[in-house]
């Protein structure tokens, strides 16, 4: 079992930066994928990006078009915390925001139905 608890949300203006950070409990971290995903009221949850489990190389990543250049990924296993950099926000970026965890493939790390374990949200909004 882990439990994922998300921090950092807040209030910003447009073209601000924000960190989100998920900090997971369990002593098995490094081998799940883990991956950020984002939901506005009435819409079905969106992928954000995604780092893959530590593996003997490097972790792999993988952005959505509308964050690519703009999100970070990275992931702390000796702190059991993954995070999400984001810089020059934009209004549409507003939604809450989740991450999530799973023995996932890289293939499929953009896969909400994927994730066996989620976080319970942390509210980002970008003012114009």
């Known amino acids: 079992q882990v439990q994922l608890v998300e921090s950092g949300g807040g209030l910003v203006q447009a073209g601000g930066s924000l960190r989100l950070s998920c900090a997971a409990s369990?002593?098995?971290?490094?081998?799940?994928?883990m991956g950020w995903f984002r939901q506005t009221p009435g819409k079905e949850r969106e992928f954000v990006t995604a780092?893959?489990?530590?593996?003997?190389?490097?972790?792999?990543?993988r952005y959505a078009d509308s964050v690519k250049g703009r999100f970070t990924i990275s992931r702390d296993n000796a702190k059991n915390t993954v995070y999400l950099q984001m810089n020059s926000l934009k209004p549409e970026d507003t939604a809450v925001y989740y991450c999530?965890?799973?023995?996932?493939?890289?293939?499929?790390?953009?896969?909400?139905?994927?994730?066996?374990?989620w976080g319970q949200g942390t509210q980002v909004t970008v003012s114009s």
């Open positions: 780092i893959s489990a530590e593996s003997a190389s490097a972790a792999y990543t």
């Open positions: 369990g002593r098995t971290f490094s081998n799940y994928a």
């Open positions: 999530a965890a799973g023995f996932i493939p890289i293939a499929t790390m953009h896969r909400a139905y994927k994730y066996d374990y």
